[in-house]
């Protein structure tokens, strides 16, 4: 859904087919804010239901969003070209609006991030009413910038190793096979902070909003310790 005219198109092919064939089908899709609230606004202006509600008629039901951070100085740095506060407001409150939640990732980690910059995005999802459950850590992938960031700093072989410094291909299968789960360990961290400091402000975000599961046990009814990490079946012993 990052191209309104293809979602458009895709929601009218939908909509033919339900009236000719009776087919139905329940969806979701990811999209970028800007691209969302774009549309919003010329909707508005055009007198017509925006892409969201249109797709909602043909069985949308889930709007993922990459918002990543809510820091102007954070986005800037990694590029989300297009993507600004307004924006993300006005996409978050009218899928929030229209399919009942929005379905938003955010990460820490990335270059210039710092407690102010953390804090900036706790404020803006308390604003629009955002619990995450997570806050993922920045972590590079070959073919993206940051994964060339991380060889230009040496951090492939540090999440490997522990130390910096450059990482032929065995290093690079290494890096692979440790990644684990995302949010479940710092790999890539891009900031000047230690990954101790950026576990912890992800434990405070989760913890700020409110979002973090209180679970209880089910046969004792007794409050469960909260653990800082969450070991996923990429990591077990099998």
Request: aromatic share 8%.
């Amino acid at each position: 859904m990052t191209d309104y005219r293809w979602a458009l198109e895709f929601v009218e092919a939908l909509r033919e087919r339900k009236r000719t064939t009776g087919f139905e089908v329940l969806w979701g899709g990811t999209c970028r804010t800007n691209i969302v609230a774009d549309d919003v606004i010329r909707a508005k202006r055009e007198g017509r239901p925006h892409m969201l509600e249109q797709a909602w008629e043909v069985g949308m039901r889930q709007a993922g969003y990459g918002v990543e951070s809510a820091s102007p100085t954070i986005l800037k740095n990694i590029d989300k070209s297009g993507q600004t506060l307004e924006k993300m407001e006005i996409a978050i409150l009218e899928t929030q609006r229209v399919l009942g939640y929005a379905d938003c990732s955010f990460m820490i980690g990335s270059p210039g991030e710092t407690k102010s910059t953390v804090q900036e995005t706790v404020d803006f999802c308390r604003k629009v009413g955002l619990k995450p459950e997570v806050f993922f850590f920045t972590t590079a992938y070959p073919g993206t910038s940051f994964w060339d960031l991380a060889m230009e700093r040496g951090l492939i072989r540090k999440a490997v190793t522990g130390r910096p410094g450059p990482a032929d291909e065995d290093m690079v299968e290494q890096y692979f096979l440790r990644l684990g789960e995302q949010g479940e360990e710092v790999r890539t961290n891009f900031s000047d902070l230690p990954d101790e400091a950026i576990i912890d402000l992800s434990w405070w975000a989760v913890t700020e909003l409110g979002g973090q599961n209180t679970v209880r046990h089910p046969h004792t009814g007794e409050q469960q310790k909260r653990e800082r990490a969450v070991r996923g079946a990429t990591r077990a012993d099998v």
